[in-house]
């Protein structure tokens, strides 16, 4: 009986450690990603926006999701600054509008991304950390 209850507190003890260990990495892990605003600036509803790694092959998930994108309305995107996936690509389009895409878009340092109209093409402007 001595050795089944030295035994249980063995086994306690070792699960507790453990899940102290996981909850420290994964604390530590969310820590490593920043987050960034992408801000509609333009005159229009945007129907749908993709914000995804440059690596990756497909667009992900829709950002505006089953609503619209009003004039100031912002989707919030996180990036890990500690390794390549801080460059990305962003797709958009607007009710009726052609397609927009952006190649290589360098989120390093940036907590917003505004999509705004200069009077003849779209834009994408980065507002640093301060």
């Known amino acids: 009986m001595i050795i089944r209850n030295t035994l249980s507190m063995t086994v306690r003890s070792f699960l507790l450690?453990?899940?102290i260990v996981a909850a420290s990495y994964t604390s530590a892990f969310a820590a490593d990603t920043d987050p960034c605003e992408i801000v509609n600036d333009t005159d229009m509803s945007i129907a749908f926006l993709y914000a995804v790694p440059m690596q990756r092959e497909d667009?992900?998930?829709?950002?505006?999701?089953?609503?619209?994108?009003?004039?100031?309305?912002?989707?919030?995107?996180r990036y890990n600054p500690n390794n390549s996936m801080y460059k990305i690509k962003i797709q958009f389009a607007g009710e009726g509008a052609e397609t927009i895409t952006w190649?290589?878009?360098?989120?390093?340092d940036t907590w917003r991304l505004s999509i705004w109209f200069n009077g003849s093409s779209y834009e994408l402007?980065?507002?640093a950390r301060g």
């Open 125 to 127: 402007s980065a507002n």
């Open 103 to 108: 190649y290589n878009v360098d989120l390093l």
């Open 17 to 19: 450690a453990t899940f």
């Open 59 to 77: 667009w992900g998930e829709d950002l505006v999701g089953t609503e619209i994108m009003n004039c100031g309305d912002y989707r919030s995107i």
